[in-house]
């Protein structure tokens, strides 16, 4: 359907928009990029891989969101969404909190 190819093209370029924002912050290319078989091979978890991260990338019309889902996905550490004419939002869980404060030397 339209509806379905136009989703998932949005889904792609939102994807593509996170890596670039990364990427922009000065993170390499070997260490953040899009998963080419993400949602199509079991084996391959998550939208995008930050160093051993797996980040789930979504765009929502609007609506408090289909976050958890989307954490259940793929097991993902990072949710990253935007809601239409939103700014982006990055989700996390204790675990990955307390690392980002470890890895940045806060605790």
């Not at 935007?82 to 700014?87: F, K, T």
Request: with cysteine; charged share 30%.
């Amino acid at each position: 359907s339209m509806s379905g190819k136009y989703s998932k093209n949005k889904g792609y370029r939102f994807e593509a928009e996170v890596v670039n924002t990364l990427r922009s912050w000065g993170i390499s290319e070997k260490d953040c990029f899009r998963n080419p078989l993400s949602g199509a091979v079991k084996s391959h978890k998550g939208d995008v891989n930050l160093f051993s991260m797996i980040i789930e990338a979504k765009r929502f019309k609007s609506g408090m969101l289909k976050v958890e889902k989307a954490f259940e996905q793929d097991d993902a550490d990072i949710v990253v969404y935007r809601q239409d004419h939103g700014v982006r939002r990055w989700v996390v869980g204790d675990a990955q909190f307390k690392l980002f404060l470890e890895w940045s030397k806060l605790l």
